[in-house]
């Protein structure tokens, strides 16, 4: 879009793009396609193992999340064949069981062992807000340390 457009012209569609409450929200992508490229090799060979003994996918990606396990839960609702919102909040959830259970186990450990884990915190903020980010429709990064395919 060329800078001598009306000025209006020139927000619509960007990061300035305002909206009133009873505007929609721009389509979310296709989940497949959005998060489909962050399932690790690994995940996909038990899910493939896992689907050939006759599991279902939806079943297994509903387990992983109750138990906080977002990176089964995502290889499992990639394999799926969920309604793209329902994968959302699947995976969501999974982010945000998750970051309970961190923040438990900082707890732990620090009455266990009488000092702060504040890495741990942090890691849990960082899941919370992939949760928010998953729920919005946007796109999130591979976790830290995570290796590259």
């Known amino acids: 879009m060329a800078w001598d457009q009306d000025p209006a012209a020139r927000l619509e569609g ?10 929609p929200a721009p389509a979310a992508a296709d989940f497949n396609a959005q998060y489909g490229a962050l399932v690790k090799d690994v995940f996909t060979r038990i899910v493939n193992d896992a689907l050939a003994r006759g599991e279902h996918p939806e079943a297994q990606a509903r387990v992983y999340a109750s138990l906080g396990k977002p990176d089964f ?3 499992y609702l990639v394999a799926g064949t969920l309604p793209d919102g ?3 909040d699947l995976l969501a ?8 259970y961190t923040e438990e186990k900082a707890r ?9 884990f ?3 915190f942090t890691g849990a903020t960082r899941d919370r807000m992939t949760a928010r980010r998953i729920r919005a429709g ?3 990064r ?4 995570s290796a590259a395919q």
């Open 108 to 116: 732990e450990f620090d009455r266990r062992f009488h000092r702060p």
């Open 118 to 120: 504040p890495l741990l």
């Open 14 to 23: 960007s990061a300035h793009d305002a909206r009133g409450p009873d505007d």
């Open 142 to 145: 591979p976790e830290p340390g």
């Open 86 to 88: 329902e994968k959302r």
């Open 93 to 100: 959830a999974a982010y945000e069981r998750r970051a309970t």
């Open 138 to 140: 946007q796109g999130i």
């Open 73 to 75: 839960t995502l290889a």
